[in-house]
C-alpha cells in the first residue's frame, strides 16, 4: 500500500500542476452548471479524466466513484472516490482555495487517502494504520481540548436549502462558543485542515463520498475522530460528516441537540 501511495502522490501532484497552469489562463464564459449553483469546468473533466486513466493503469481491475462521472466501472475489492477538483466555484471565481481528492476504498473500508492543496502545493496523505503526512511530515490533530478554545469550519449547501433554519442555529450555537468559524469552500481542504491542527473541528451537511473520503481518513490517521451526525459510521454516503480532535465529541452533542430537535 505504501508503494501504491507513492504512484498516487505522483500522479494527484501532476494533475493539480494542470489545474494550476489552467487557473491562469481560465475563461468564466466556459463555467458549466450541473444544477442550481453546482458549477464544473473543462478543467474538472480533464482532471478527473487523467486521474481515471493513471489511478487505472496504476491499480488495474479498480473501480470508480467518481464526480463528474468519467468512469462508473465499479469493484468488488478495490475502488477509487475521487474529486479531480474540490472547490470548482473558488476555482472559477480565482479564489486559491481548491484540491484534488483522491481515496481508496478496499472492500468497505478506506485503505489510503490524498489530498493535494494546488495553491500551497501542500500534499496530504495517508494509508490506514500508518499515520498522516503533510509533504511526507507526519502530522497530529490539534492539541486544544475545549470548544471555547477552539477554531472550527463548515460549509453552505448550494442546493437543497430545506434544513438551513437548524442548520444556522448550529452555527449560531458554534459562533458563540468558539474563537470562530471559517468557510474555505473545500470539505476536502477544511478536513486536512483538521488533520494538521489549523482548525479543531469542521461539520458539514449534503456532501458527497468524493468530497470527504480522503480527508476523512487522513483526519483518522492524524488521531482524529470522524463520524456522522448521528454519531455513527454512514459520513461517507450518509451526507453528513463531524470531524474534529478531542472536541469532536462536544461538537457532536450540540449538533445532534439542534439537528434533531428542530427538524
Known amino acids: 500500500m505504501q508503494k501504491l501511495l507513492q504512484e498516487v502522490i505522483v500522479l494527484v501532484k501532476e494533475t493539480g500542476e494542470f489545474i494550476r497552469q489552467e487557473s491562469q489562463k481560465f475563461d468564466t464564459d466556459k463555467i458549466e452548471y450541473k444544477g442550481l449553483n453546482d458549477l464544473v469546468s473543462y478543467v474538472d473533466k480533464e482532471a478527473e479524466k487523467r486521474l481515471v486513466e493513471g489511478l487505472s493503469a496504476i491499480l488495474p481491475g479498480s473501480g470508480f466513484v467518481a464526480e463528474e462521472g468519467t468512469s462508473n466501472k465499479r469493484s468488488d475489492i ?5 474529486d479531480p477538483l474540490d472547490g470548482t466555484t473558488n476555482f472559477t471565481h480565482g479564489l486559491p482555495v481548491f484540491a484534488v481528492s483522491v481515496a481508496l476504498m478496499k472492500r468497505n ?7 493535494y492543496e494546488v495553491n ?38 448550494y442546493y437543497n436549502f430545506e434544513q ?6 448550529i452555527i449560531n ?11 474555505m469552500g473545500s470539505a476536502a481542504v477544511d478536513l486536512v485542515y483538521t488533520a494538521c491542527g489549523r482548525f479543531e473541528g469542521f461539520f458539514e451537511y449534503n456532501l458527497n ?10 483526519v483518522r490517521e492524524a488521531g482524529g475522530f470522524v463520524s456522522d451526525f448521528k454519531g455513527g459510521e454512514d459520513f461517507l454516503f450518509g451526507r453528513e460528516i463531524i470531524a474534529g480532535n478531542a472536541v469532536q465529541p462536544e461538537m457532536l452533542k450540540v449538533i445532534q441537540h439542534l439537528w434533531n430537535n428542530s427538524k
Open 209 to 218: 463520498a468524493w468530497d470527504v473520503a480522503a480527508g476523512a481518513l487522513i
Open 109 to 115: 473500508e478506506l485503505a489510503l487517502g490524498v489530498v
Open 78 to 82: 478495490y475502488n477509487w472516490i475521487i
Open 164 to 169: 438551513m433554519n437548524q442548520y444556522l442555529q
Open 120 to 157: 500551497r502545493d501542500e500534499c496530504f496523505h495517508a494509508v490506514k494504520g500508518g499515520g498522516a503526512f503533510l509533504n511526507h511530515q507526519p502530522i497530529k490533530v490539534s492539541t486544544i481540548k475545549t470548544l471555547d478554545k477552539s477554531l472550527l469550519a463548515t460549509g453552505f449547501p
Open 173 to 183: 450555537e458554534f459562533m458563540q462558543k468558539t474563537h470562530g468559524l471559517r468557510r
